[in-house]
């Protein structure tokens, strides 16, 4: 059974860099599979970051791309997100998420298996 | 990008069927047979319900399905059940290779 788990400081300051880990167990990274990271303002909706292929190919939403890079560390089973310059907008639940993958061979943009999610705050 | 537009709120009482609307434009919702709808109950993560716009995945309850017209996508829950009661959003890939999600839309059952 795949399981994804974040971890990653709970409390920044305005300006410093947010890094959040996804720990995979049930599964190796390397094998295959898209890897991704969503995120939730309190009381708001989803809102995507970026997804990497197991390769290490990425997409990022064009509205965070000049900040966001996700990284696969294979040796460790995880993948990675570093999100700079924070403020305080970007204070929310930050998700690790694996995309989904259709029996019959493809990867629909959608994602089946969720961690429980991680509270980030950003505060002075 | 900006967020694919859904109601903020429906209501329905149980065993009735609501229908969630999604709206996007021809370059997401419309241009695409990739709509994703996902479940979200309080403090939880989000549950995958419905991709490719119509497709459930395995375990997913038949009381949820999916269809598309034109830009505005749906998603229709039949039977209603008190434990339906959730936050659900939905998704379009984009013609920028990237993910947009809906606002998301609160489903009260009466």
């Known amino acids: 059974q795949v399981q994804l788990q974040e971890s990653g400081p709970g409390l920044l300051k305005p300006s410093e860099t947010l890094s959040l880990t996804c720990a995979v167990s049930g599964y190796s990274i390397s094998s295959g599979y898209y890897w991704g990271w969503i995120r939730q303002p309190p009381g708001k909706g989803l809102e995507w970051i970026g997804t990497?292929?197991?390769?290490?190919?990425?997409s990022y939403n064009p509205s965070l791309k000049s900040r966001v890079t996700i990284s696969v560390g294979t040796s460790n089973n995880q993948f990675s997100l570093k999100l700079t310059s924070v403020t305080a907008a970007d204070t929310a639940v930050y998700f690790c998420a694996r995309r989904y993958f259709d029996s019959s061979g493809y990867y629909p943009d959608a994602f089946d298996i969720w961690g429980q999610g991680t509270m980030v705050t950003v505060s002075s | 990008q900006s967020a694919l537009t859904q109601p903020a709120s429906v209501s329905g009482s149980p065993g009735q069927s609501i229908t969630i609307s999604c709206t996007g434009t021809?370059?997401?919702?419309?241009?695409?047979?990739?709509v994703s709808w996902y479940q979200q109950h309080p403090g939880k993560a989000p549950k995958f319900m419905i991709y490719d716009v119509s497709k459930r995945p395995s375990g997913v309850s038949n009381r949820f399905s999916g269809s598309k017209s034109g830009n505005t996508a749906s998603l229709t829950i039949s039977g209603l059940q008190a434990e339906d009661e959730a936050d659900y959003y939905c998704?379009?890939?984009?013609?920028?290779?990237?993910?947009?999600f809906g606002g998301g839309t609160k489903l009260t059952v009466l």
């Open positions: 021809s370059s997401d919702v419309g241009g695409y047979n990739y």
């Open positions: 990497i292929y197991h390769s290490g190919s990425t």
């Open positions: 998704s379009s890939y984009t013609s920028s290779s990237t993910l947009v």
